[in-house]
């Protein structure tokens, strides 16, 4: 895990690579979970039997499903001491590559793209572009631009 020293100390680390994280499990119990809290009951993500018929052979994550697990990837790659409080403050690109399959374990690994002080504000805007890759798959699940804000 990569340390930074507080807000100003991110600027230095552009270019920077973090990671990889360590795999989780994106099981059957899981997709099914995410449905139940999004209302998203598409058969490709909770029906096995139907999806074992499909080209993919398996029910597969919501596409949403495996960006939201970024964010508890990514607190395993780095963390920013001194900071008053951060804000995820968007998504400049999101590009799902390869369906995440049930009984999957996905990691991620990001590079730091940007690291730039918030004009009128005691902050460090952050952009890393992310890579879910899958275990065993040569394309990645996908691929994320995302930006933060941490303050001093």
């Known amino acids: 895990m990569r340390i930074f020293d507080g807000p100003a100390d991110l600027v230095a680390s ?5 990671g990889p994280s360590d795999w989780i499990l994106v099981d059957q119990q899981r ?10 009951h598409q058969w490709i993500h909770v029906d096995p039997v139907r999806a074992a018929a ?3 052979g398996s ?3 919501h596409g949403y499903l495996t960006l939201s697990l970024l964010a508890g990837l990514t ?3 780095y963390r920013v001491d001194r900071v008053s409080f ?10 799902f590559i390869t369906p995440v399959v049930a009984g999957s374990r996905i990691r991620a690994a990001a590079r730091v793209a940007r690291a730039e002080p918030v004009a009128g504000a005691d902050a460090v805007q952050l952009t890393l572009e ?13 691929v994320v631009t995302s930006l933060a804000r941490y303050f001093g």
């Open 14 to 18: 552009e270019g920077e690579t973090l």
């Open 130 to 142: 992310s890579t879910i890759e899958i275990e065993g798959v040569p394309r990645p699940a996908a």
């Open 31 to 40: 997709i099914d979970a995410f449905a139940d809290v999004t209302g998203d």
């Open 75 to 77: 607190t395993g790659l």
């Open 54 to 56: 499909s080209s993919f």
């Open 86 to 95: 951060a804000v995820n403050y968007g998504l400049d690109r999101v590009r």
């Open 59 to 61: 029910t597969i994550a």
